[in-house]
């Protein structure tokens, strides 16, 4: 090989490029000598990395192909794999990341066109050489990063084709090093397949994993077996209910009290790592689950002490600051909903986890997206518990007389600092902890009505006053004014919201009405998000307004809001502008409130959900409801007598509620004429008899309903064709006025007598089109009068029938049934005798649409005839130019040429004649028809004067 790589022995080849030695190594592996086959591939090797587009393109197949035929040669073998890394791995930069190399994804295509290929690599798997198995691990890899989609189906498609890589994947692996690559390898097939996800959990990854990750000492392997476990419990939940049943959660217990045992020692990988972990039980108790596994995965949580572990961190004081916001995610979601679980919280830290969590959203010190987390925290506290909001509501007032004062200021105090403070992100977080604790609870609300708080040289005023006069007193240039003016509106709708007496307090402060529609106008120079909460609070007071408590009653409401130029529409404008707004966006689709930029967070997604009921109501009622004089919301629920909210109804349920009551009040409809059917056949003296006759009336009645249908539908038809024959007419004049005029040049220009005859043939074929026309006109007077005689017949089967009905009633039984029977045969009769006249009509109008369709080929014909007429008026008229520009004609020849070609011209016309001619025929057998027809019309029984014909034709003379 010397002689390929630099060796120098004297004469040997010299090639001219990388190409032919790259094909002169492809030669040798045709070769029969084992030898020259392992020196071919390693030089193919060698120059893998160098040359990638000429060994990729010429040698894979090839050695492919050798590799299975032999794979006894162990350096061969290694040797070839060693070559599809290095064709199949994208170049790497100067920082050691991939660059953008699409060579390795376009042979990775090409080494997926054969199936086959993947099974041979996990035939190469099963050899007994580790160096052999890690390249071909890490080829396995390559493919998976390169044609994931490719590579998943085929491992799917191939018998144990994920069983004999995780063979490979266990604490016992004799190296290591390969355990580490099929990790790297089964992440990578895992990722976006649910199925694969599957196939690896009931081949016992999870138990294998977590025993990876007890055994190892090195945190990059610890962090790949975390990885891929969060792969297969992401979306897949039948993995997670296998996770929680297999009694995986308890072991994760010992990993993270080994961890945090040195927390004043913990690397930067171990801190990734826990941040990777938290965001594993994350995944299993995410509130986007059903609540059923939900539910089960919470208590496996608080079982296996967990939990506990997880409070204890989440209130340290001494955890690392990166992962603060996971630990505090994590608990939020194992606690959101469970009693249990949030009764373990609250007695965290001697009973003060809730002032720890707002003291934490307080800290201005914090990032913004770890704030949020300790809001997210504490609303999973009082989350869809209502006790547990009553004991926080029971904070904000002073201790009853005999209890012992609490240790510290309770979760009420910090709030209303926090409210008070001035601090617009402070008094943010502290408005949307509040909200949380009175949204739904109807008793949290009336009590903390009567929280007052002190004044300077005055009377304790009430919370909610003192809530409503920071509102109206802030000025627009203040800083953060936006976000304070948020933060108000937000408590202020939670704490109105289906909350009667809390509305009467709002309403009996002065002009705060005033003020809310002001805050709408453009003038105010307020964004979308103040301006649309300032609406849903204005919708709240009409909504949940009920006039039982003193206060502005809702037709004051009302009134304030029309006495405002545009109130209702600028009112509507602004919820419209706010439901669609991002921020209303990114709060609806994320029952998480954690996230890094504040102008994109307002409020959380429960938060979000009540606003939007809110606006879907006053939607609802629309601008004419709104300045109704009840206020016009109907789907606002009434109010309770109990602690219990009401819950608010949904824009789609009041659909649904207005299809249900359309469709009862059809089938009580429906009911009762059946009823008043089966009594009027019932009513008569006859008994059975009276309910054969009305059934056989009904019958005959729906038979002539159905006869007049198709009467009119004949009319139209008519109609129809009348207009078609009127079009056609308009057309084959107007190409009969062409023709004519063209015949007329080309009489000058030929000077033959043959012109007036084709002139007078033209003449011919109009009168006869307009005789057709005078024909299909008088038969269409013909069906008019026929329908007119039609209807007639209606009414007077209509007329027979009452007249039945008076018989059937006022005469005795024996009349009765004579009197029916007479009675029913000439209904039979004038039925039988309608149906033959309609049949006849129809079969009319089937061969009308013949004729038209004639007369369509006939204005076709004439179309092709003045196309014909110009091409050769423009040839005479070439040829007058060309005999005017020669002297004289001295070319015989060429005169003979010429005249034969008009000859030809002539014989065109002649065909064109012949046409003509089979168009009068058509038009004489057109006019045998309607002779015929005629003669059929009279032997129905219907007169057809000779008067009507010749006035026909009368007109026709007038129009021509």
């Not at 010299?14 to 084992?34: G, H, K």
């Not at 580790?130 to 044609?147: D, G, I, S, W």
């Not at 992962?323 to 249990?340: N, W």
């Amino acid at each position: 090989m010397s002689w390929i790589f630099g060796g120098g022995d004297e004469g040997a080849p010299s090639y001219s490029s990388a190409t032919d030695m790259v094909e002169a190594l492809c030669n040798r592996l045709q070769s029969s000598l084992p030898d020259e086959h392992r020196e071919a591939v390693i030089g193919l090797k060698k120059m893998a990395k160098e040359y990638k587009v000429d060994v990729g393109t010429r040698a894979m197949d090839p050695v492919l192909e050798l590799l299975r035929r032999d794979r006894s040669d162990y350096e061969l073998t290694v040797a070839a794999i060693e070559m599809f890394q290095l064709v199949l791995t994208p170049s790497v930069g100067p920082d050691g990341k991939r660059t953008a190399d699409d060579m390795g994804v376009m042979f990775s295509e090409i080494f997926m066109k054969n199936t086959e290929n993947v099974g041979l690599l996990l035939a190469v798997l099963e050899e007994p050489y580790p160096r052999l198995q890690l390249f071909t691990v890490q080829v396995l890899t390559e493919l998976a990063r390169n044609v994931q989609e490719k590579l998943q189906n085929c491992f799917l498609e191939t018998p144990q084709g994920i069983s004999r890589v995780m063979d490979h994947l266990s604490v016992d692996a004799e190296e290591e090093q390969i355990r580490n690559a099929v990790l790297l390898l089964v992440i990578e097939l895992a990722r976006s397949n649910a199925q694969i996800q599957k196939i690896l959990a009931f081949e016992n990854a999870f138990d294998k994993l977590i025993q990876i990750m007890g055994a190892t000492d090195y945190d990059a392997v610890v962090e790949d077996c975390m990885m891929l476990i969060r792969t297969l419990l992401h979306e897949n939940e039948s993995n997670q209910t296998y996770f929680r049943e297999t009694g995986c959660i308890g072991r994760l217990v010992p990993f993270i009290n080994n961890t945090m045992q040195s927390r004043d020692q913990l690397s930067p990988h171990r801190i990734k790592n826990l941040g990777v972990l938290f965001g594993i039980l994350q995944q299993i108790v995410s509130p986007t689950g059903t609540p059923k596994r939900v539910t089960e995965t919470q208590g496996a949580i608080q079982s296996c002490g967990l939990l506990q572990i997880l409070c204890n961190l989440c209130l340290s004081t001494a955890l690392p600051p990166a992962i603060v916001q996971p630990v505090l995610l994590t608990v939020a979601d194992s606690v959101r909903g469970s009693h249990s679980g949030q009764a373990v919280l609250v007695t965290v830290a001697d009973g003060h986890a809730p002032v720890i969590l707002l003291q934490i959203a307080h800290d201005s010190k914090k990032p913004f997206d770890t704030r949020c987390a300790a809001l997210y925290c504490f609303q999973s506290i009082v989350y869809r518990n209502q006790d547990m909001q009553l004991k926080m509501a029971a904070t904000f007032l002073p201790a009853p007389p005999g209890n012992a004062p609490p240790s510290g200021p309770g979760a009420g105090q910090v709030l209303c600092q926090g409210l008070l403070i001035g601090d617009p992100l402070c008094t943010w977080f502290s408005a949307l902890a509040f909200s949380h604790v009175l949204i739904g609870n109807r008793s949290a609300k009336e009590a903390t009505l009567k929280v007052a708080i002190a004044q300077r040289g005055a009377d304790p005023v009430s919370l909610l006053s003192v809530c409503v006069q920071k509102l109206v007193t802030l000025q627009s240039a203040d800083a953060g004014s936006e976000r304070t003016r948020a933060a108000f509106l937000i408590l202020l709708v939670v704490w109105l919201s289906e909350c009667p007496f809390a509305v009467s307090v709002f309403l009996d402060i002065p002009n705060v009405i005033d003020f809310l529609v002001a805050q709408l106008s453009e003038a105010s120079g307020l964004g979308s998000i103040v301006q649309g909460l300032s609406a849903v609070l204005l919708s709240t007071c009409l909504a949940y307004s009920d006039d039982t408590h003193e206060g502005l009653s809702k037709e004051a409401v009302v009134a304030k809001i029309k006495n405002h130029k545009e109130g209702v529409d600028a009112l509507l404008a602004a919820l419209d502008k706010f439901i669609n707004s991002d921020a209303f966006s990114t709060a609806i689709k994320s029952h998480k409130f954690v996230g890094a930029d504040p102008q994109l967070y307002w409020f959380d997604h429960e938060l979000a959900a009540l606003f939007r009921r809110i606006v879907v109501m006053t939607q609802s009622a629309g601008a004419e409801g709104i300045t109704s004089a009840t206020g016009g919301f109907a789907g606002a629920p009434a109010a309770e007598k109990s602690g219990k909210s009401t819950v608010s109804v949904d824009h789609h349920e009041l659909t649904t509620n207005a299809y249900k009551d359309l469709i009862t009040k059809q089938d009580s409809e429906l009911a009762d004429l059946r009823a008043r059917l089966a009594t009027g056949g019932g009513s008569g003296g006859g008994g059975g008899d009276g309910a054969d006759t009305a059934a056989a009336l009904v019958a005959l009645q729906s038979q002539v309903s159905a006869m007049t249908s198709s009467s009119a539908a004949h009319e139209a038809a008519a109609a129809e064709l009348t207009a078609q024959l009127a079009s056609a007419d308009v057309a084959a004049k107007s190409a009969d006025g062409e023709v004519s005029r063209l015949r007329e040049q080309l009489d000058a220009a030929m000077r033959a007598a043959e012109a007036t005859a084709q002139g007078k043939g033209d003449e011919e074929l109009q009168a006869q089109l307009q005789a057709a026309q005078a024909d299909l006109g008088e038969l269409h007077n013909q069906v008019h009068t026929l329908t007119e005689q039609l209807e007639r017949k209606d009414s007077e089967l209509l007329a027979m029938s009452a007249d039945l009905e008076v018989a059937r009633v006022s005469s005795a039984a024996d009349a009765e049934a004579s009197a029916r029977s007479t009675a029913q045969n000439d209904l039979e009769a004038v039925l039988h005798d309608m149906k033959q006249t309609v049949d006849a009509l129809t079969a009319q109008l089937t061969e009308k649409d013949v004729e038209i369709a004639t007369y369509q080929a006939t204005e076709i014909s004439l179309s092709t005839a003045a196309g014909l007429s110009g091409q050769l008026q423009e040839r005479v008229n070439d040829l007058e130019e060309q005999l005017n520009a020669q002297p004289a004609p001295t070319d015989t020849g060429a005169l003979e040429a010429k005249v034969r070609e008009q000859q030809n011209k002539l014989d065109d016309q002649d065909v064109l004649i012949q046409e003509h001619d089979d168009l009068l025929i058509c038009l004489a057998e057109q006019e045998r028809k309607l002779a015929e027809y005629k003669e059929k019309l009279r032997a129905l029984g219907q007169e057809v004067s000779e008067d009507e014909d010749d006035d026909d034709e009368s007109e026709d003379d007038d129009e021509q």
